[in-house]
T-cell receptor, first 112, second 115 residues
Framework: SQQGEEDPQALSIQEGENATMNCSYK?????LQWYRQNSGRGLVHLIL?????REKHSGRLRVTLDTSKKSSSLLITASRAADTASYFC????????????FGSGTRLQVQP | DGGITQSPKYLFRKEGQNVTLSCEQN?????MYWYRQDPGQGLRLIYY???????QKGDIAEGYSVSREKKESFPLTVTSAQKNPTAFYLC??????????????FGPGTRLTVL
């Protein structure tokens, strides 16, 4: 089952603009992670935010988490053509199995 | 180089054949995972293993089998019982329950096509 749902499914912006992607999930979580996937490749971990955290930064990435709304957002500032990829949120449940459940992803296209 | 490798990169299977996808890691991770990805979709968990000689079914285990005889290796067999096996298969590993973060490291994937 898909725990997370990303919004939008696809996003096209110009280089230099900011890109915001949203993720909603259904059950209580231990942590939420964002991954990036270039076309035809494996996933790369970007950032992890725990359920007791509200905001986290890493370079040009900013992640927020609202557990009351069961939602998270990923902001990429000053986007570059090299940021073109699919971005997935993934959650680890608060109880039960310790495996990631992925959303369906946002395909980001950054136009040079 | 430390990392996680998958082979082959491309695999073609005839109807009714079993095929085995390889996944090896030298990160000394306890946990390993297999995912399936269909075009334009997210990842769905097939099987996972938290420790050697133990593994658990994920969300779509039917038609697949795994083994975990060594810490470094977690091969996936796609059996003839899997009715629609054409997909991109991704293997991942993580430190495991002792690590506390669940961050996963992914291999480059194997693209399986049924002829």
């Amino acid at each position: 089952s898909q725990q997370g749902e990303e919004d939008p499914q696809a996003l096209s912006i110009q280089e230099g603009e900011n890109a915001t992607m949203n993720c909603s999930y259904k059950t209580s979580i231990n942590n939420l992670q964002w991954y990036r996937q270039n076309s035809g490749r494996g996933l790369v971990h970007l950032i992890l935010i725990r359920s007791n955290e509200r905001e986290k930064h890493s370079g040009r990435l900013r992640v927020t988490l609202d557990t009351s709304k069961k939602s998270s957002s990923l902001l990429i500032t000053a986007s570059r053509a090299a940021d073109t990829a699919s971005y997935f949120c993934a959650t680890v449940a608060g109880t039960g199995r310790r495996a990631l459940t992925f959303g369906s992803g946002t395909r980001l296209q950054v136009q040079p | 180089d430390g990392g996680i490798t998958q082979s082959p990169k491309y695999l073609f299977r005839k109807e009714g054949q079993n095929v085995t996808l390889s996944c090896e890691q030298n990160l000394n991770h306890d946990a390993m995972y297999w995912y399936r990805q269909d075009p334009g979709q997210g990842l769905r968990l097939i099987y996972y293993s938290q420790i050697v000689n133990d593994f658990q079914k994920g969300d779509i285990a039917e038609g697949y089998s795994v083994s975990r005889e060594k810490k470094e290796s977690f091969p996936l067999t796609v059996t003839s019982a899997q009715k629609n096996p054409t997909a991109f298969y991704l293997c991942a590993s993580s430190i495991g329950l002792a690590g506390g973060t669940d961050t996963q490291y992914f291999g480059p994937g194997t693209r399986l096509t049924v002829l």
